[in-house]
């Protein structure tokens, strides 16, 4: 009898010490986030459009607000045939870049690596926040 109480208390114990690492990782990497916000981020005049991007999105946390700033101030995406205004489209995929089919070639982002990292974590945790949990999934 002792045993299987010592057994089922074992289990918790595992599942608790998960969860404290979990919650610590989740600790330590918006400490991160929040050390790089306190830099300087601000816009430079040699700041490509994606670097530009990536760093009006740590500063709202919005896709929809950057598209906003880039179309009101006058910046276009250029195709091949023409320009245009920036789509939350446009903007997503250099916040997070993805294949949309198996034949696409994954964009490459001309920006820090650093600067992509975090805006990366932010975007995780903002994505799932909206829907009121914590970071639960890692995307690749």
Same mark, same amino acid.
């Given at each position: 009898? +002792?045993? %299987? %109480?010592? @057994?089922? #208390?074992? /289990?918790?114990? *595992?599942?608790? *010490?998960? +969860?404290? &690492? !979990?919650?610590?990782? &989740?600790?330590?990497?918006?400490?991160?986030?929040?050390?790089y916000?306190?830099?300087?981020?601000?816009?430079?005049?040699?700041?490509?459009? /994606?670097?530009?991007?990536?760093?009006?999105?740590?500063?709202?946390g919005?896709?929809?607000? $950057?598209? /906003? !700033?880039?179309?009101?101030?006058?910046?276009?995406?250029?195709t091949?045939?023409? &320009? @245009?205004?920036?789509?939350? *489209?446009?903007?997503? %995929?250099?916040? #997070?870049?993805?294949? @949309?089919?198996?034949? /696409?070639?994954e964009?490459?982002? &001309?920006?820090?690596?650093?600067?992509?990292? $975090?805006?990366?974590?932010?975007?995780?945790? +903002? !994505?799932?926040?909206?829907?009121? @949990?914590?970071?639960?999934?890692? #995307?690749?």
């Amino acid at each position: 009898m +002792i045993e %299987q %109480q010592k @057994r089922k #208390f074992k /289990e918790i114990l *595992e599942k608790t *010490e998960e +969860i404290k &690492n !979990f919650h610590e990782e &989740n600790i330590k990497e918006l400490k991160y986030i929040l050390d790089y916000m306190e830099r300087d981020i601000s816009i430079k005049e040699s700041d490509n459009i /994606e670097t530009i991007i990536l760093k009006k999105y740590i500063e709202c946390g919005s896709i929809k607000r $950057v598209c /906003e !700033f880039l179309n009101d101030n006058g910046y276009r995406f250029i195709t091949k045939d023409y &320009n @245009r205004k920036y789509t939350t *489209e446009d903007v997503s %995929q250099i916040i #997070f870049p993805y294949k @949309r089919n198996e034949d /696409e070639k994954e964009k490459v982002i &001309n920006a820090d690596e650093e600067l992509k990292d $975090v805006v990366k974590r932010m975007h995780l945790y +903002i !994505f799932n926040s909206s829907y009121g @949990r914590l970071k639960v999934k890692e #995307f690749k």
